[in-house]
């Protein structure tokens, strides 16, 4: 457990706290305080060139990467910066981390105060700045699971690894809520529902901060980030209040109830304000309805961005004016030596008060006093505690398997005609093509070895691409593999086919996909899924032969003409370093898929619409028509859905729903069948939804056998944000559904 009790909860811990704190803040000076308040990134510290006429701007780190003592000194000694963040632009050893860590902290224990630096970095699948760490799935993969203890166990075996690595928090997990497949970052996200993205992110909170290694959590970006107009990374959103608080605010609520000790805040702008300097969502919202009392630090260069990109402050200081006093506690600088300085101008100046400077600071030092930093003066572990991989890999394969989601399966069995094609059998000749086949850093995604994930220079040795996944699940002499990139070409095409055509394999298996990105760099003009991609599929269904279809990427791309040529299809998002054994072992049929989508997949790139649309999205007309639903997914034993019952007509408000569900496994194997329970209010005062996700449950059904469940929702979950912008419950008729078993009941207050 962490030092100190989780934020807002007073206990004889907190006194203890509170006056410890209280006996630091009295010793501090308004820079030692204005230096807590700055974060700088670990490339200010290293070793680099100095800078020339010819390149006056900050030169990269020399190889390889090690302190530079003059710049730790100015830094953490003279200026008193009080946290440090991310590598210095690739994964380190543990050794390395310990190093950096070690001379860090050795430094900051020689300023007057002696406060401890705060570290932190990405580790948003793992740890996955530290060399050989374990690898799981993206967020996108583990919503894939519905499995939140699955989840919590993969964030505490994270936590393991970051703390292990010497650095005690981390900027995890990601409350975005994805409502736009275009948006580069919808993979790092836990989907389209709130209450999933809600659970999943309140699981990997607790994993990450009551685990057997606490680190601290951090809920980003916080809020409204991942609903950009254009569809591309940081660019306007508008966003009424009523949908901020029916859509984006319930998983941060949930995730602060929780007791996530950290907020990281959206670097966009939502409704012409930008987010870093907007005292409404800052404060008002996050601190007064919210009721969060730890920390809160801006995104990347976000103070300085307010006055070289969005315009709304003449300079800096200014800047740094108006986001203190919006609700900033830390700035996530990260490169500059300014921020300090003029903070601590602007509270000798009257323009922030040193009161407001002290609410910031005493948050700062309530984290590192939980954190324990206090005792530990922050060093890291012996590097002889470092825990085996053996005893962390198995959530994360766990995890990869458990998340890939069959979509399609028709075409036919190789032995039995009466059945379709996967999973595969016989023992005929399977050729494996496409851009992502034979990659680990697909498999990976953004943020693994380095921050777009693409240098194969950072992935771990001996981790199984796709196709070399399944050239051992399916035995060499299967596997017929043809290599090819994201630029293949026509002659690519035709030559596969040709071959294809010529040696009339069982079948073929494409890769389809995006290569690793996040943030601006995995901007795109149009949701279509490469051309080139789509000739290949549809070349290789002209042989004749069948086409099974395995995309692996984070963001459903749109390709439905290509689709429908597919004999199966299997959405593997970025299911980490345990994937490539992950999707061979769905495509053997070792493992019986139990994934199921959380998200809507829009049928066409203009059409992206979600499982909580409205009544005039497409009910009434007939054009909501997705390419897949929300929570749709095969397994290969189906689970037929055959009744479902309440035990009463009537409810009152606050009374807890029980929905009793009848389920027929309808096949030869067992199967995990996630159970999921939507709800619809038949009218009311906002216009509603046709369908909220309220709850899911996970169940095995053996094979053949048929089972009753059991799934709770509280009458008080039934409500919406209403015309006032606050949370309503009306009395009526409710539905309630799970697949295509529905039934209604009647709520009175
Ligand atoms: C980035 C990301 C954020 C990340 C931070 C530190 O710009 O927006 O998710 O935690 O910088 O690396």
């Known amino acids: 457990m962490l030092v100190g009790c989780q934020p807002g909860k007073p206990d004889v811990q907190t006194d203890a706290k509170t006056a410890f704190?209280?006996?630091?803040?009295?010793?501090?000076?308004?820079?030692?305080?204005?230096?807590?308040m700055t974060q700088l990134a670990?490339?200010?510290?290293?070793?680099?060139?100095?800078?020339?006429?010819?390149?006056?701007?900050?030169?990269?780190?020399?190889?390889?990467h090690r302190l530079d003592s003059a710049l730790v000194h100015e830094a953490l000694i003279d200026l008193k910066v009080g946290s440090v963040l991310n590598c210095a632009g690739h994964a380190y050893g543990p050794d390395q981390w310990h190093e950096f860590i070690a001379g860090i902290q050795s430094a900051a224990a020689q300023k007057t105060t002696g406060i401890p630096v705060l570290y932190g970095i990405d580790a948003i699948h793992g740890a996955t700045y530290t060399s050989g760490a374990i690898l799981g799935p993206q967020q996108i993969g583990l919503a894939a699971t519905w499995d939140t203890a699955l989840v919590r166990k993969c964030a505490e075996n994270t936590a393991i690894e970051v703390a292990a690595s010497g650095i005690p928090w981390n900027f995890s997990p990601v409350l975005d809520v994805a409502r736009d497949a275009r948006w580069p970052r919808f993979w790092e996200t836990f989907g389209e529902a709130p209450k999933l993205v809600g659970d999943m992110g309140v699981a990997m909170v607790r994993g990450y901060q009551e685990g057997p290694s606490p680190?601290?959590?951090?809920?980003?970006?916080?809020?409204?980030?991942?609903?950009?107009?254009?569809?591309?990374?940081?660019?306007?959103?508008?966003?009424?209040?009523?949908?901020?608080?029916?859509?984006f605010l319930p998983p941060f609520q949930a995730a602060i109830d929780a007791g996530a000790m950290s907020v990281m805040v959206n670097s966009g702008e939502v409704n012409g304000i930008p987010v870093h300097c907007d005292e409404h969502i800052l404060t008002d919202i996050l601190r007064d309805d919210l009721g969060f009392e730890g920390m809160v630090v801006t995104d990347w260069e976000d103070i300085r961005f307010l006055f070289e990109r969005h315009m709304v402050?003449?300079?800096?200081?200014?800047?740094?004016?108006?986001?203190?006093?919006?609700?900033?506690?830390?700035?996530?600088?990260?490169?500059?030596?300014?921020?300090?300085?003029?903070?601590?101008?602007?509270?000798?100046?009257?323009?922030?008060?040193?009161?407001?400077?002290?609410?910031?600071?005493?948050?700062?030092?309530?984290?590192?006093?939980?954190?324990?930093?206090?005792?530990?003066?922050?060093?890291?572990?012996?590097?002889?505690?470092?825990?085996?991989?053996?005893?962390?890999?198995?959530?994360?394969?766990?995890?990869?398997?458990?998340s890939i989601t069959v979509l399609k399966n028709e075409g036919q069995h190789a032995i039995y005609p009466d059945k379709p094609i996967l999973p595969i059998g016989?023992?005929?000749?399977?050729?494996?093509?496409?851009?992502?086949?034979?990659?680990?850093?697909?498999?990976?995604?953004?943020?693994?070895?380095?921050w777009q994930g693409r240098d194969t220079a950072y992935n771990t040795p001996g981790r199984p691409t796709a196709v070399e996944s399944m050239i051992e699940v399916f035995?060499?002499?299967?596997?017929?593999?043809?290599?090819?990139?994201?630029?293949?070409?026509?002659?690519?095409?035709?030559?596969?086919?040709?071959?294809?055509?010529?040696?009339?394999?069982?079948?073929?298996?494409?890769?389809?996909?995006?290569?690793?990105?996040?943030?601006?760099?995995?901007?795109?003009?149009?949701?279509?899924?490469?051309?080139?991609?789509?000739?290949?599929?549809?070349?290789?269904?002209t042989t004749g032969t069948p086409v099974i279809g395995v995309y692996v990427g984070g963001r459903p791309r749109t390709f439905s003409e290509t689709e429908s040529m597919l004999d199966a299809f299997v959405m593997a998002?970025?299911?980490?370093?345990?994937?490539?054994?992950?999707?061979?072992?769905?495509?053997?049929?070792?493992?019986?898929?139990?994934?199921?989508?959380?998200?809507?997949?829009?049928?066409?790139?203009?059409?992206?619409?979600?499982?909580?649309?409205?009544?005039?999205?497409?009910?009434?007309?007939?054009?909501?028509?997705?390419?897949?639903?929300?929570?749709?997914g095969l397994s290969y034993s189906h689970v037929e859905t055959t009744s479902i019952a309440l035990a009463d007509s009537v409810y009152q408000l606050g009374d807890t729903v029980t929905v009793t569900v009848g389920l027929q496994n309808t096949g030869d194997r067992s199967t995990i069948e996630t159970v999921i329970l939507y709800s619809q209010d038949r009218v009311a005062s906002i216009t509603p939804s046709v369908d909220v996700l309220k709850a899911?449950?996970?169940?095995?059904?053996?094979?053949?056998?048929?089972?009753?469940?059991?799934?709770?929702?509280?009458t008080d979950e039934l409500g919406f944000i209403g015309k006032d912008n606050t949370y309503i419950v009306e009395p009526g008729v409710f539905g309630l559904r799970v697949k295509n078993q529905g039934i209604a009941f009647k709520l009175t207050l």
């Not at 899911?696 to 509280?714: D, R, T």
């Open 21 to 36: 704190v209280d006996s630091v803040l009295s010793t501090m000076s308004i820079e030692d305080k204005a230096g807590e």
């Open 42 to 64: 670990l490339e200010m510290l290293c070793v680099r060139p100095p800078s020339t006429p010819e390149k006056p701007k900050r030169q990269a780190p020399l190889e390889p």
């Open 215 to 247: 680190i601290a959590a951090t809920l980003k970006h916080y809020v409204g980030y991942s609903r950009p107009l254009t569809g591309k990374d940081r660019t306007p959103a508008w966003i009424p209040e009523r949908q901020l608080r029916q859509i």
């Open 313 to 402: 402050a003449a300079d800096y200081k200014e800047a740094i004016e108006m986001a203190i006093h919006a609700g900033i506690d830390m700035s996530m600088v990260p490169t500059d030596l300014e921020f300090p300085v003029l903070l601590a101008e602007l509270v000798r100046e009257g323009r922030v008060s040193e009161a407001r400077m002290d609410e910031s600071v005493r948050r700062i030092l309530e984290m590192k006093y939980d954190l324990g930093l206090f005792t530990s003066g922050g060093m890291p572990p012996a590097l002889s505690n470092y825990p085996a991989k053996e005893s962390l890999e198995g959530a994360a394969a766990r995890a990869a398997v458990k």
């Open 426 to 450: 016989g023992t005929g000749r399977i050729l494996v093509t496409g851009p992502t086949a034979n990659s680990l850093n697909a498999l990976n995604g953004g943020w693994s070895g380095t």
């Open 475 to 541: 035995g060499a002499d299967r596997i017929d593999f043809h290599e090819v990139g994201m630029n293949l070409t026509s002659s690519d095409i035709d030559r596969i086919a040709g071959h294809v055509a010529q040696t009339r394999p069982q079948c073929t298996v494409v890769f389809l996909g995006e290569m690793p990105y996040t943030e601006f760099p995995g901007n795109i003009e149009d949701l279509e899924l490469f051309e080139n991609q789509q000739e290949l599929v549809q070349a290789l269904k």
């Open 573 to 632: 998002y970025l299911p980490g370093d345990y994937g490539g054994r992950a999707i061979a072992d769905v495509l053997i049929g070792a493992f019986n898929p139990s994934g199921r989508l959380p998200f809507t997949w829009p049928r066409h790139a203009s059409a992206h619409l979600t499982h909580d649309r409205k009544f005039t999205e497409g009910e009434t007309s007939g054009d909501f028509n997705p390419l897949y639903t929300f929570g749709s």
């Open 696 to 714: 899911f449950k996970q169940v095995i059904v053996p094979a053949g056998a048929s089972a009753e469940v059991q799934i709770q929702v509280n």
